[in-house]
């Protein structure tokens, strides 16, 4: 088992930054390929980032690209997700995911975080 702990959601307005972190225990982190997804009221869960579980590929979603940047420490055994120049349409709970291999963190991930709130305001 894979225990995922978001951390980072406010509240804040259009145009500002916000990172979000997620802390991993329980299995060797740096086994596992990570990712970022979102869902806002009455949509369906979105696919934001991923990334390799070396850090070298990052795979983003085509409404984040240029706006946001995933990565990773192993050695604090946590990812991160810088989000910049945030919208309205950026408001949703962000759940932070794992899977062992990168594809199966963009399709079907294994493990998921509780997930944290996101809201920006315009």
């Known amino acids: 088992q894979v225990q995922l702990i978001e951390s980072g959601g406010g509240l804040v307005q259009a145009g500002d930054s916000l990172r979000l972190s997620c802390a991993a225990s329980g299995r060797t982190f740096s086994n596992y390929a990570m990712g970022w997804f979102r869902q806002a009221p009455g949509k369906e869960r979105e696919f934001v980032a991923a990334?390799?579980?070396?850090?070298?590929?990052?795979l983003y979603g085509e409404s984040v690209k240029g706006r946001f940047t995933i990565s990773r420490d192993n050695a604090k055994n946590t990812e991160y997700l810088q989000m910049n120049s945030l919208k309205p349409e950026d408001t949703a709970v962000y759940y932070c995911a794992a899977a062992k291999r990168m594809t199966g963190v963009v399709t079907t991930p294994e493990y998921w975080g509780q997930g944290t709130q996101v809201t920006v305001s315009s």
């Open positions: 990334i390799s579980q070396s850090g070298s590929s990052t």
